[in-house]
């Protein structure tokens, strides 16, 4: 790429004017097919079906493209169906009823009225996606078969497999397609980008941990991958050395995403018997823990024994831990009508933080609103309070209490994964200059947990490590990479975050999006919409949808499938939080 200018906004068009072609010929052929059948008679309903197929696909083509220069058929036509179920609500049952001078009602006699139509838009929507997948792949396919690079590549390492790293190997593929001279690798020590928010909701039981993960070579297919660890980076030498008999991989730019791993602070067996909350196994893990606890609890016969068994302790009451307990609680309160013999008062959920309220990262009246929410359902605050000790059968407190438990889990801190912190020197975040390139390291560059970003905006702090953070700095990073091999100065990372969201359990949430406050239930359907449209790919938003769905109609599942007696530390790399 021979620009200064990132490129997304062109992306975004050109994929939006290719839905529009796909959208208008999936709509003359529909529409073709529903006008033999009467459903779309003389020029003003032609008129309003083309209008509606061209946005249907222009929507189709910016949503579901997901900016890869290919995109599976079926994927491609599953978002078109969904459009078009979207369509219909929207134009059929909505719009059409407006312009005739009547007021929607929504009601299932105009459902029924309108199945035809219904019909009619699943079908072009399907088809409009699967012809915008065809299109995009003969694009790509042009645009490869176009000639090589004037220019030798550019070797570019990505270390890391979470938001920010896939989101630059994303963002790199479609640099190349315009001609960018880069060969780029991503090195991950798992194979699956995690959606970390929802992983509280793996712990309790309300969706299956394989739902909110994606593949990395789904995620960007057109980047050479490897699985693996990498364990020492030599920036004179400017290569990588991957675990065990892997070899190395040299580069000339590299970008480290590699996240964080929980920190203990050297607190006295915190290490050996706390759960933490970073990867698929550890929810599941601990979801068949607590199951298991429920069983074991229903033969106890001693009631303290009993209590001490169903005790769950979190510490740190940011997003992570102030969502886990209450998830925690949800799924024991779910379930707890299959064990007869044990009793709502033998439950007890206790957030230890030492600050006088939870969720600092909210405003005040926010963070009041959402202890009273956890505490009118009988969660325990311990404010002013910190760990100072962690057994096996109990956490101590640094005021001298001491808490019985079975189950500890830790999200009160959390440090830059080892090869980041081996390689700032100091242990603390990689520190980087505005345009994301890490201080005193020619050729390497840092986003996500493991950099420590200067925020104009904010004289002498930092951006926070966050999903939204890291996701458009993987973005920037990957256009300021091609700029400088352009021979550009590459241009200064700026973002303002958008808002943030927690979930408290029992169908409430509180948030901030852009100054503007939420609570209660719109919050929690506020939640899981974005998160929801957050997922990678249409087919997991499909998924978590039926997990929620059935969670409403269904009680949760009490099947053990792990043998869970006990934490496992794996050191297991993490992406951003939020």
């Given at each position: ?8 906004r ?8 290719t839905?529009v072609?796909?959208g208008?010929?999936?709509?003359v052929v ?13 020029a ?9 197929a ?12 997901s ?11 599953c ?8 369509g219909?609500l929207?134009?059929?049952l909505?719009?059409?009823p ?8 929504w ?6 009225a ?17 012809l915008?997948?065809v299109?995009l792949?003969?694009?790509a396919d ?6 090589s ?7 570019i390492?990505?270390i ?5 790293g896939?989101?630059?190997a ?8 315009r ?9 991950s020590?798992?194979n ?19 739902h ?6 789904a995620?960007?297919s ?8 990498v364990?020492q ?5 400017r ?11 040299s ?6 995403a ?15 018997h ?12 601990l ?21 001490r ?23 024991v ?35 009041v ?31 001298g209490d ?12 959390n440090?830059?994964a080892p ?38 905006s ?15 700095e ?5 256009a300021?990479i ?14 303002r975050?958008?808002g943030v969201?927690?979930a408290?359990?029992h ?6 999006v ?22 990678p790919?249409v ?19 009490i099947?053990v ?14 992406g951003?939080?939020?």
């Amino acid at each position: 790429m021979h620009e200064s200018t990132p490129p997304p906004r062109r992306a975004l068009r050109e994929r939006a004017a290719t839905g529009v072609v796909a959208g208008l010929a999936s709509g003359v052929v529909v529409g073709a097919v529903m006008a033999f059948q009467d459903m779309v008679v003389g020029a003003p309903a032609w008129f309003g079906y083309v209008i509606y197929a061209v946005v249907l696909g222009a929507l189709l083509g910016v949503t579901t493209g997901s900016g890869r220069s290919r995109s599976p058929i079926a994927e491609t036509a599953c978002g078109g169906v969904l459009l078009g179920c979207v369509g219909w609500l929207l134009y059929s049952l909505t719009l059409v009823p407006l312009l005739a001078g009547t007021a929607p009602t929504w009601s299932a006699a105009s459902a029924v009225a309108s199945y035809p139509q219904l019909v009619g838009d699943l079908l072009q929507g399907g088809l409009a996606g699967a012809l915008l997948a065809v299109l995009l792949s003969l694009r790509a396919d042009r645009t490869a078969g176009a000639g090589s690079p004037s220019r030798p590549l550019v070797r570019i390492v990505i270390i890391g497999g979470g938001f920010g790293g896939v989101s630059a190997a994303k963002t790199f593929e479609r640099l190349a397609v315009r001609g960018a001279p880069v060969d780029v690798t991503l090195i991950s020590d798992s194979n699956y980008l995690l959606f970390t928010p929802m992983l509280a909701e793996v712990a309790s039981g309300a969706l299956e941990a394989r739902h909110i993960s994606a593949p990395v070579r789904a995620s960007a297919s057109h980047t050479r991958f490897r699985h693996g660890r990498v364990d020492q980076v030599d920036p004179m030498a400017r290569t990588v050395r991957l675990a065990g008999e892997a070899g190395t991989i040299s580069y000339d730019h590299l970008v480290l995403a590699v996240g964080s791993v929980p920190h203990t602070f050297g607190l006295p067996g915190v290490e050996q018997h706390a759960w933490t909350l970073k990867n698929l196994s550890d929810a599941t893990r601990l979801r068949d823990h607590v199951i298991g606890l429920l069983e074991r609890a229903e033969q106890e016969r001693d009631p303290a024994e009993r209590r001490r068994i169903l005790t769950f302790v979190v510490a740190g009451a940011g997003f992570a831990g102030t969502e886990t307990i209450a998830e925690l609680y949800d799924l024991v309160f779910g379930v707890i009508r299959f064990y007869p013999a044990i009793g709502s008062e033998d439950a007890r959920f206790v957030l230890v933080h030492p600050g006088d309220r939870i969720l600092p990262e909210l405003g005040p009246d926010l963070g009041v609103y959402a202890l009273e929410r956890l505490e009118a359902r009988g969660i325990e605050f311990r404010g002013g309070a910190r760990v100072a000790e962690a057994t096996a059968d109990r956490v101590r407190l640094d005021d001298g209490d001491s808490i019985p438990t079975t189950t500890f889990v830790w999200t009160a801190g959390n440090r830059p994964a080892p090869l980041a912190a081996g390689l700032s020197g100091t242990g603390r975040q990689l520190p980087t200059d505005a345009q994301l390139r890490v201080t005193d390291l020619d050729g390497v560059w840092a986003i996500g947990d493991c950099a420590r970003i200067p925020d104009p905006s904010r004289d002498g702090e930092h951006y926070p490590p966050t999903a939204q953070h890291a996701i458009r700095e993987g973005k920037v990073v990957a256009a300021n990479i091609v700029t400088s091999i352009a021979g550009r100065e590459p241009g200064a990372f700026r973002f303002r975050t958008i808002g943030v969201l927690v979930a408290l359990g029992h169908r409430t949430a509180a948030g901030e999006v852009r100054g503007i406050r939420f609570s209660g239930l719109a919050a929690w359907f506020l939640w899981r919409g974005v998160y929801l449209a957050k997922l990678p790919g249409v087919e997991k938003r499909i998924r978590v949808l039926f997990d929620w769905l059935l969670d409403l109609a269904f009680p949760r599942d009490i099947v053990v499938t792990t043998d869970a007696k006990a934490p496992v530390h794996d050191d297991v790399v993490v992406g951003s939080d939020r």
